[in-house]
């Protein structure tokens, strides 16, 4: 089963040399097309990391038990 992040995973380097060729092709030089590239590489990158962050589930039961920690008021 294919997930979110193995997308990610794979259109990492589909961007960068994707959109480089494209850019390329349409004229531009390749000194700008890397870096246009690299930006929406790093774009995916960082909705990956902080948009639709890994974090694990916890139950919300098990993140209310404090250990019967009272804090005093």
């Not at 480089?20 to 004229?27: A, I, S």
């Not at 790093?42 to 098990?62: E, K, Q, Y």
């Amino acid at each position: 089963m294919t997930g979110y992040y193995d997308l990610v995973l794979g259109l990492i380097p589909l961007a960068l040399g994707g959109i480089t060729t494209l850019l390329t092709v349409f004229g531009f030089a390749l000194t700008t097309a890397i870096p246009v590239a690299s930006v929406v590489a790093v774009g995916l990158i960082g909705h990956a990391m902080f948009v639709n962050g890994p974090v694990d589930s916890t139950p919300r039961s098990a993140a209310a038990d404090d250990g019967g920690f009272q804090a005093a008021d």
